[in-house]
DNA sequence: ACGATATTTCAGCATTCATTGAAATATCGA
DNA sequence: TCGATATTTCAATGAATGCTGAAATATCGT
């Protein structure tokens, strides 16, 4: 990942909604969920709602497709992931330090396991 | 870590100048580098690297001591360390889903060795 | 085609952000 | 104390941010 994408992913995190949104994503799961029950459980105005989605999906964290009149929000587990590896890249001077912390969802292995 | 240490952190991190600064001073390890060296080295303006570590030092990021006429800024592996926690933390589900990466100087461990 | 539901687009607004230049403060060496 | 070095403070400015309300678009059931 390159610093740019770095930056921009942690600007998509560091808003207070914006980072409820994407942990209800990561929650629920690589399947996603509908922008209204976001906007429900969240209590968001909908047109503030795809304002914060779509600097998610700019910054690479999110995903969407549509499923009949709704649009389904899906967290972008490897963006996060990759975040995660920048971050900890830049620790210990260099070397890698840990393991790096991976991001997957609880259950349902949607994706390729490895 | 709550969310609104987070959501700070991040928007501390969530800039070019200020990530380069933080990276900068994370190599330089724990006992940190002068506010001088750092804008030699990135090339901004003293007033606006001022501005940078005001923010990185309110996100609890950054501390400085001062040292004759040079004020030395130095990471905070622990604030760091807590944010990569709190961001793996809303992985999974809420379980834990890996060790939790670690950032750590390179050498010199000048802090308790746990 | 029509009305209802789900979401997006658009224009506007107050606030915050990052940067700059000029002046102030603090520490050191002579 | 004087001059130099290191950093901060202050005021100003353009750009970006987050939110709101009204209107547009897309899809569904009938």
């Known amino acids: 990942m390159k610093k740019t994408d770095a930056v921009a992913a942690l600007a998509a995190l560091a808003q207070?909604?914006?980072?409820?949104?994407?942990?209800?994503?990561?929650?629920?799961?690589?399947?996603g969920m509908p922008?209204?029950?976001?906007?429900?459980?969240?209590?968001?105005?909908?047109?503030?709602?795809?304002?914060?989605?779509d600097r998610l999906r700019t910054a690479g964290l999110?995903?969407?497709?549509?499923?009949?009149r709704s649009m389904i929000y899906a967290a972008q587990f490897e963006q996060?992931?990759?975040l995660l590896g920048f971050l900890t890249?830049?620790?210990?001077?260099g070397t890698p330090c840990a393991p790096a912390a991976e991001c997957k969802p609880a259950r349902?292995?949607?994706?390729?396991p490895a």
Do not use: S, W, Y
């Open 16 to 31: 207070d909604n914006r980072l409820d949104i994407f942990r209800l994503l990561v929650q629920a799961g690589p399947e």
């Open 89 to 93: 890249e830049n620790c210990c001077g």
């Open 108 to 112: 349902k292995r949607t994706k390729v």
């Open 35 to 53: 922008a209204g029950a976001v906007a429900g459980a969240l209590d968001l105005a909908p047109n503030t709602l795809t304002f914060h989605f």
């Open 62 to 68: 999110v995903t969407v497709r549509r499923e009949g």
């Open 80 to 82: 996060m992931n990759a």
